[in-house]
């Protein structure tokens, strides 16, 4: 199944049967489709991190994917400089491809009962297929600077 039809489904799936925030779903999908599980903290942490609980700030595809960013560095045994880099050369991409990291200027129309449900389901789409391809990048990237001892960071 082309990635595009994946994060589609998953995301209808989480936006529409589960009525979840971007954050949560995010962190969902990438952990789906790498195969990482995700303690039940993880997902009870990013409830709000949609603009900073709808209040319009970093918006939450961004939080989502350095969150796992963390998580899949550490599974993997990346170094902490390595995922640090790795999240701050994704929100400059980020930033670079959807002109923004802020959830006002990416949902302009903001948090209002007028609007519809789910307003950011096509930028959710986008921005987590964008994420795939950058973890996928980090991944093959952190092959090449993990230490031969794990326990050495």
């Keep these: 199944m ?4 994946f994060v589609q489904k998953r995301v209808a799936r989480y936006y529409w049967q589960d009525d979840i925030n971007c954050a949560t779903t995010t962190l969902k999908v990438l952990s789906e489709h790498f195969d990482v599980s995700l303690a039940e903290q993880v997902t009870d942490a990013a409830v709000g991190m949609h603009g900073a609980g709808e209040y319009g700030s970093q918006c939450g595809l961004v939080e989502g994917t350095l969150m796992f960013l963390g998580i899949l560095g550490r599974f993997r045994a990346i170094p902490d400089h ?11 991409a980020f930033e670079k491809r959807f002109e923004s990291l802020s959830c006002a200027i990416l949902r302009p129309a903001g948090f209002s009962p007028q609007n ?3 307003l950011c389901e096509d930028i959710t789409c986008a921005g987590i297929v964008f994420a795939i391809k950058f973890v996928t990048n980090f991944i093959e990237a952190g092959r090449a600077i993990r230490p031969s001892n794990p326990n050495i960071s």
């Design 82 to 92: 390595a995922i640090v880099s790795a999240c701050r050369a994704y929100a400059e």
């Design 116 to 118: 519809p449900p789910h």
């Design 2 to 5: 082309p990635i595009e039809v």
